[in-house]
């Protein structure tokens, strides 16, 4: 009996110190950024023009604006976790091979940007470059583009603003969804200092919202972006669901491209 509670009190601990684990390593868990030299020259396949913008609370944020020939409009687009604009630039080109011009930033503490992460920041520096962006496009010419991280902010962006519509690639309820989905033993919703809910976000969005999910999505998983989809109120919502995509390759799928076809002629 005695060496039955010891294994149990061992066990206990040791769920004790992984959750704990979890809480005090989040960040390095939600964002992997990866650091550029401020002095690193952008290597593009199309025109581009290289921003430096200052947030209210010091931080300088790096963005790219990548420029078609004859722009029908602009695609704004926030990127995955992983990676710098050197990586993301060249996905985003996609969208300049249709006529479209598009703006990405780095976030905090990816490539060139500089200050410190927190939920509350990464939406201010979203609104930042929302504004920015007005400056150059009329709103009704503004597509919000969010991959997996970056459909939080995207949605967000939809709340706070009208733009033309969003297009949502792997998007996720809430992060919580995600985290649970990870680490189902542990009470994550506790522990959790990002929250990303973007369930509520989408309920204040008056534009259309197309979401591109694959079935094979174990990062974040289909039913996460099923059940954000089911409650979008608006009639304007499409539910693109790729058979045997997962989470970074659905661009390989001729669905995925007919499918963005399709919503950029809202543009038309």
């Not at 995955?80 to 060249?90: E, H, I, K, Y």
């Amino acid at each position: 009996m005695h060496n039955v509670k010891k294994l149990s009190i061992g066990i206990l601990l040791i769920y004790v110190m992984i959750g704990a684990s979890i809480f005090y390593i989040q960040e390095k868990l939600i964002f992997l950024p990866s650091k550029l030299p401020m002095d690193h020259a952008y290597q593009m396949t199309v025109p581009f023009e290289e921003l430096f913008l200052e947030s209210e609370d010091g931080a300088v944020i790096n963005a790219i604006l990548q420029k078609a020939d004859n722009p029908k409009g602009l695609i704004l687009y926030f990127h995955g976790n992983a990676g710098d604009l050197s990586r993301w630039s060249t996905i985003t080109a996609f969208f300049v091979e249709k006529d479209y011009d598009v703006l990405v930033m780095d976030y905090r503490t990816y490539g060139k940007s500089t200050g410190k992460l927190s939920e509350k920041a990464l939406y201010a520096d979203a609104q930042m470059i929302y504004d920015h962006a007005l400056k150059s496009y009329a709103e009704k010419d503004i597509t919000l583009y969010g991959r997996s991280l970056g459909t939080g902010l995207a949605t967000y962006l939809a709340s706070k603003n009208q733009p033309n519509q969003i297009l949502l690639e792997t998007p996720y309820y809430d992060l919580y969804q995600v985290a649970k989905n990870r680490f189902p033993f542990f009470p994550v919703r506790y522990l959790m200092a990002y929250e990303f809910p973007s369930h509520e976000y989408v309920l204040k969005a008056s534009c259309p919202i197309t979401i591109f999910h694959g079935t094979n999505d174990y990062i974040v998983p289909f039913d996460s972006g099923k059940k954000l989809f089911d409650v979008i109120p608006s009639a304007k919502k499409t539910f693109i669901g790729i058979e045997g995509g997962r989470h970074n390759n659905l661009i390989e799928f001729d669905q995925y491209h007919q499918a963005v076809e399709n919503a950029l002629k809202v543009d038309d």
